[in-house]
């Protein structure tokens, strides 16, 4: 591809003619023919390494400034952006050759893209996953990813293989540090769904207003044929109101076009009643929790927008449980309950949850991540204290940060010791809570849910609740 090819797709100015055929941001990739984007990070500036690439024969740059090196230039406003947009392009568009949706917000993700992913094969379509979970192709295979969202060259060139595979749905997650990355730039959605915005990541938005920023940028037509957005958030009904592309909603205590009414809950699952477009049906499921209703209504809007039966949407969703998303298993009369529950909203909806279930008592395992927001270190604490007849509160990924250092500041939100457990090891605190149970209680491990690691200082070391509950 020529340089200047890509000018007025990019509102560029191009300094210098040069061909190549194919992009990176990478230093290590930088090589003859390939053309590189220089990007201004968190620790490194790569408009720094001008000179080097230049060694390395790079055929062309794209920057955010003209520099001063004998090499052809595209000049853009965003790299970054610049980055995903030339990368779909040189994948000739792969989201033009599937339908792809994405779904945004601080939970309820990881559980909507795998129902809907589940529910649309059901319908006989070759549907993929990428998300948290990892990327599910089409015949249910598992690979890891690191993010949530990968990086743009590597989105792009999964999207690009699953599209040559014919493959007719991606379900993506879309996290609100790719959205601030513009990480999908290039990507066209026929349809983003928006859950909720609960406290989250304030480590790096610092405040709600900016993070909030972040996830209604997703719903505007760069990115978005039709919005499915949940009327019962100040958020969604935000995006509601301003309406920049075609809407739907779904909700229980707001108008909304998709609703439910009627709702049971037992140790087993729920039983409600649906209304998607005008059709009532009964949705009995093995999840629990009013916030699966909500990932079941969000479901339920997007497989009737792109035809598919009530029916299937039913037998799907009567035996399915999302890996470690309140997964519950069952042993002497105790419930365990694994759960991902790791914002304050999470956890105290998990809690609220697990009382619901049990006659008995709810002891509560959890920690909180080293290097990510500590302002909701205590208030987790208070939570657990409140929603639990017994807290043991331990280690969850303390990454760079000293793990007795997180549970002071958990400890900080508690006002009483008599009913709180200190265990920095957290398989000794799941066996001490296992120890601590008896017929009829609840035990909810919160935090990690299907993670298959522990980020200790960078170093993943294998571990698994699950794991360590079936051992016990």
């Known amino acids: 591809m020529q340089l200047t090819q890509l000018s007025t797709y990019l509102h560029a100015t191009v300094y210098g003619q040069a061909t190549f055929d194919r992009v990176t941001d990478r230093l290590d990739q930088a090589a003859e023919g390939v053309l590189f984007v220089c990007i201004k990070g968190n620790r490194r500036d790569t408009h720094l390494d001008a000179t080097l690439l230049k060694q390395k024969g790079v055929a062309a740059l794209v920057v955010e400034r003209k520099l001063d090196v004998d090499l052809p230039q595209m000049v853009v406003e965003d790299t970054r952006g610049a980055l995903g947009l030339i990368a779909h392009r040189l994948a000739f568009d792969p989201t033009s050759r599937l339908k792809l949706v994405g779904v945004t917000g601080t939970n309820g993700k990881t559980s909507i893209c795998y129902i809907l992913r589940k529910v649309f094969s059901k319908a006989g379509y070759k549907c993929c996953y990428i998300g948290t979970l990892g990327v599910v192709d089409e015949k249910g295979m598992t690979s890891d990813t690191p993010l949530t969202t990968p990086d743009p060259l590597d989105l792009v060139e999964m999207l690009s293989k699953m599209a040559d595979r014919g493959v007719q749905y991606v379900f993506?997650?879309?996290?609100?540090?790719?959205?601030?990355?513009?990480?999908?730039?290039?990507?066209?959605?026929?349809?983003?769904?928006?859950?909720n915005l609960t406290q989250d990541h304030l480590d790096f938005f610092d405040n709600m207003e900016r993070y909030a920023q972040a996830k209604r940028s997703l719903f505007c037509p760069e990115y978005t044929s039709l919005g499915i957005v949940n009327s019962d958030d100040e958020l969604g009904r935000s995006i509601l109101k301003e309406r920049k592309v075609p809407l739907l909603s779904y909700g229980l205590y707001n108008p909304a076009d998709v609703f439910a009414i009627l709702m049971r809950e037992d140790a087993d699952g729920m039983d409600f009643t649906l209304n998607a477009y005008d059709m009532i049906y009964r949705i009995r499921t093995t999840l629990h929790g009013e916030w699966s209703v909500y990932n079941v209504l969000a479901v339920a809007t997007c497989a009737g927008y792109f035809g598919i039966a009530p029916a299937t949407v039913q037998q799907v969703l009567a035996q399915i449980e999302v890996p470690g998303r309140f997964s519950v298993r069952q042993k002497n009369g105790v419930y365990f309950v694994v759960d991902y529950a790791h914002t304050p909203d999470g956890l105290q909806k998990s809690l609220a949850t697990c009382r619901a279930m049990t006659q008995g008592k709810v002891i509560v395992v959890f920690g909180c991540g080293g290097e990510r927001d500590k302002d909701k270190r205590s208030k987790m604490g208070r939570i657990a204290e409140k929603g639990a007849d017994y807290v043991i509160v331990t280690s969850d990924n303390p990454r760079g940060e000293e793990p007795l250092a997180i549970i002071r500041d958990i400890e900080a939100g508690i006002s009483g010791d008599d009913k709180v457990e200190i265990c920095p090891d957290?398989?000794?605190?799941?066996?001490?809570?296992?120890?601590?149970?008896?017929?009829?209680?609840?035990?909810?491990?919160?935090?990690?849910?299907?993670?298959?690691y522990i980020d200790v200082a960078g170093l993943k070391i294998p571990y698994s609740d699950f794991d360590v509950i079936e051992k016990l």
């Open 426 to 452: 957290r398989a000794d605190a799941i066996r001490l809570a296992c120890d601590m149970a008896k017929g009829g209680d609840v035990v909810l491990v919160a935090g990690k849910g299907a993670e298959t």
């Open 172 to 195: 993506l997650e879309v996290s609100a540090h790719a959205l601030h990355y513009r990480k999908i730039a290039g990507c066209r959605f026929a349809a983003t769904i928006f859950t």
